[in-house]
C-alpha cells in the first residue's frame, strides 16, 4: 500500500465509521479543525485517560490540574509568546495565497499552488496566536488570547497547587485542554490543525538535577508510547540542534512517529529552566521562589516539560493500527487498536434471529454495557459481514450466540487479530473480557 494511499483511507475509515468528520461539513468544512464522532471520542478519551493513569494516578509526584483557557494578556507578554510566537509567512504575488515560508514544497521559490515562478518576495512574520476580546468592549484593553499551549496555566498556578497539595520538590502538575494556533498551513488531517488539545506535565526540580530529570522523563515518555502498544521501529526521538532549540529552552527532545508522510514529531520534551517563572515573578511582581526550609534554601525551580499532542497521538495509534489483510479469501480492513483503547470493546451477535438467540445475546450485551465494558449488539447481515464491521472499528472481541449456546450454555469468542474463536460459558463472558483488559 503506497504510504499516501493510507493517508486517504485513514482519512475515508474515519468518516466512515465515525472516528473524525470534517468541523462544520455542511457548510463546505473549515479545513483546519475537525469533529470527533461516537467511536473517535471514544477513543481520544481513552488516550487521555491512558495518560492521565501514568502521569497522576499512578504516582504521588504529580498533581492535575484543569487551567481555564482565557488567561491574563500579561501572561503571554511574560512567556514571550506576544513578542516571539511567530511563523515566516510569503505570500505569492499571484494568487494571493500564503504559505509558511519553510515547507519544504516552497524550495525553488515556485507557488505550489498557481505555478508562478519566483512567486515569493520576503518572508515576514506572522503571530500564531488567536485574538478576542474580553468583556463589551472592543479595544486594545480589553484584548485577550486564546491560549496556544496550556503549560503557562499551570506556570501561573505554580504556588497555588504547591501550597494546596504540600508537595516538595521534586514534583509535578499535569493537565490536559485545548490549544488554540493560526497556524499558516494546517494540514495532514488531524496532525496539524488550529485547534487541538494537548496532555502537558511541568516536573519543577533543583537547579544542578535538571539533566538527570531530563533523560528520565525523555525515557517515561517513550515508554508510554510504546505502553499503548505503538511499533517501536515507528519510533524514534530527534535532540533539537542548538538553531532548533526554542527560546526558553537548553535542551529538547522530540518523539517522532514514522507517519505516512514521513518522521514527524508528536510529543515534546523540554528542559526549559527556570525561564517561565522567573519572567511570571518579574512581569507580576509575585514571588514564585520555593522555599526548602529543612535545608534552608530558596531557589526558583528548573522545569522539565512534557507536551504531547492528544490528536497526533490519536493519528499514530490509527495510522499504526490500520491493516489490510487477506482472511479466507477476502479482503478485510482492520484496527489492531490494544484493547484498552478500543472504542467498542465487545460485539455481540446472535446467529440467527430466531431460537431464543437474540434473548441470550442481549442479555449478555446488558451485563456488558452495565459493567461499563463498552458492547455493540448487531443481528443484521451475515456473520462474516458484521465480524468486518467490527474489525474495522478495531473490536477486539466479537461474541457469538450460536446453536451449541442451548445444549451446553457456552457462546464463541473471536478474537480480532488471531481470528481463533474460543468457546466460554454465556455467563462467564463478562469475566473473560475483564480479565484480558486489565
Ligand atoms: P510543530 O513544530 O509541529 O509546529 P511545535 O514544536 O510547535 O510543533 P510544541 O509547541 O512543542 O509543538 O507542542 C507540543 C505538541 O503539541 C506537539 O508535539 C504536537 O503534538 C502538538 N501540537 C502543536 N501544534 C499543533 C497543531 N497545530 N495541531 C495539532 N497538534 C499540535
Same mark, same amino acid.
Given at each position: ?289 520555593? #522555599? ?67 434473548? #441470550? ?51 464463541? #469468542? ?25
Amino acid at each position: 500500500m503506497a504510504e499516501i494511499d493510507l493517508m486517504d483511507k485513514l482519512v475515508s475509515l474515519c468518516k466512515r465509521r465515525g472516528f473524525v468528520f470534517q468541523s462544520s461539513e455542511i457548510y463546505g468544512g473549515t479545513g483546519s479543525v475537525w469533529d470527533y464522532g461516537p467511536l473517535g471520542v471514544e477513543l481520544k478519551r481513552a488516550i487521555k485517560d491512558a495518560w492521565w493513569k501514568a502521569m497522576v494516578l499512578e504516582r504521588d509526584d504529580i498533581e492535575g490540574l484543569d487551567a481555564a483557557i482565557l488567561m491574563h494578556p500579561r501572561v503571554w507578554e511574560a512567556s514571550g509568546h506576544v513578542e516571539g510566537f511567530t511563523d515566516p509567512l510569503v505570500e505569492c504575488r499571484e494568487c494571493r495565497r500564503r504559505f509558511r515560508a519553510d515547507l519544504p514544497e516552497l524550495e525553488g521559490g515556485r507557488c505550489p499552488v498557481c505555478g508562478t515562478p519566483d512567486a515569493f518576495g520576503e518572508p515576514r512574520l506572522f503571530n500564531l496566536m488567536f485574538k478576542t476580546f474580553m468583556g463589551p468592549v472592543e479595544d486594545a484593553a480589553s484584548q485577550v488570547y486564546l491560549r496556544p499551549e496550556t503549560a503557562q496555566g499551570i506556570y501561573v498556578n505554580f504556588l497555588n497547587v504547591q501550597t494546596a497539595s504540600r508537595q516538595k520538590i521534586p514534583f509535578g502538575i499535569a493537565q490536559i485542554g485545548k490549544a488554540f494556533r493560526n497556524e499558516i498551513t494546517p494540514g495532514n488531517f488531524i496532525f496539524r490543525t488550529r485547534e487541538f488539545e494537548q496532555a502537558e506535565m511541568q516536573y519543577f526540580v533543583e537547579p544542578g538535577t535538571d539533566e538527570e530529570w531530563f533523560e528520565y522523563w525523555k525515557e517515561a515518555r517513550f515508554q508510554w508510547h510504546l505502553s499503548l502498544g505503538i511499533r517501536r521501529e515507528k519510533l524514534r526521538f530527534h535532540e533539537h540542534t542548538p538553531q532548533e532549540l526554542a527560546h526558553y529552552a537548553k535542551k529538547a527532545v522530540d518523539i517522532e512517529y514514522e507517519f505516512p508522510f514521513g518522521w514527524k514529531e508528536f510529543e515534546g520534551i523540554h528542559n526549559r529552566t527556570d525561564f517561565d517563572l522567573s519572567r511570571h515573578q518579574e512581569y507580576s511582581g509575585k514571588r514564585l521562589e520555593y #522555599i526548602d526550609a529543612p535545608a534552608n534554601k530558596r531557589f526558583i525551580p528548573y522545569v522539565i516539560e512534557t507536551s504531547v499532542g492528544v490528536d497526533r497521538t490519536l493519528l499514530v495509534v490509527l495510522a499504526d493500527a490500520y491493516r489490510e489483510e487477506m482472511v479466507e479469501g477476502e479482503e478485510r480492513v482492520v484496527l489492531s487498536l490494544k484493547p484498552a483503547l478500543a472504542p467498542i470493546k465487545v460485539a455481540v451477535f446472535p446467529l440467527v434471529k430466531k431460537d431464543g438467540l437474540p434473548e #441470550i445475546a442481549e442479555r449478555i450485551h446488558k451485563e456488558l454495557r452495565a459493567a461499563a465494558v463498552s458492547s455493540f449488539y448487531d443481528d443484521s447481515g451475515s456473520i462474516g459481514r458484521r465480524y468486518r464491521r467490527q474489525d474495522e472499528a478495531g473490536t477486539p472481541w466479537c461474541v457469538t450466540v450460536d446453536g451449541q449456546t442451548h445444549q451446553d450454555g457456552t457462546v464463541t #469468542i473471536r478474537d480480532r487479530d488471531t481470528l481463533q474463536q474460543v468457546r466460554v460459558p454465556a455467563e462467564g463472558v463478562l469475566k473473560w473480557v475483564r480479565e484480558r483488559l486489565a
